[in-house]
């Protein structure tokens, strides 16, 4: 019986917290409502308004909890709930499939950077041919190979 008494008195207290506007009627009282003042209240007779920027609804609009019949059942509730889940699930899946392929392009630059550094440095490359044979790149044949891997490069790494 006593914690039934405290918590009735709690939430009565904090009753005027939640109210949208406050003002003082005709006898000097001050009313706490989530609706505006009635037209006689004059402008100076209102102490509390909602902010403009605030995320309360105005009176007469419909808010996003609210549909045309009322408060949100729990089943349009949880339909909500499940939406933002898979959206929040989508956005981490496509930020992990961006990491991977930014840290495939690091991989596949670092890459080219040492098969350039080994054509410019005179390293001998080879290749192998249609037949499997191993042959060995001559001078025409490097430098074209390294304007291939800076024209890559650049396409690539940036």
Same mark, same amino acid.
Request: with cysteine; proline share 0%; glycine share 6%.
């Given at each position: 019986m006593k914690h039934a008494a405290i918590a009735l008195l709690s939430i009565c207290l904090a009753l005027p917290a939640y109210a949208q506007w406050s003002w003082r009627d005709a006898s000097g009282r001050v009313v706490y409502s989530d609706q505006p003042p009635p037209v006689g209240i004059k402008p100076d007779?209102?102490?509390r308004e909602p902010k403009p920027g605030s995320s309360l609804p105005s009176p007469g609009a419909s808010s996003s909890s609210e549909n045309k019949s009322g408060p949100k059942t729990i089943a349009e509730r949880e339909m909500e709930?499940?939406?933002r889940q898979q959206e929040r699930a989508d956005g981490e899946k496509k930020q992990q499939e961006e990491q991977t392929r930014s840290a495939q392009?690091?991989?596949e630059c670092d890459r080219m950077r040492g098969y350039l550094r080994a054509l410019e440095d005179g390293i001998r490359v080879s =290749? #192998?041919?249609a037949q499997g044979e191993r042959e060995y790149l001559d001078d025409a044949q =490097? #430098?074209?190979e390294t304007a291939r891997v800076r024209e890559s490069m650049g396409k690539?790494?940036?």
């Open positions: 007779q209102v102490l709930f499940r939406k392009r690091a991989q =290749r #192998t041919n =490097r #430098t074209a690539s790494c940036g």
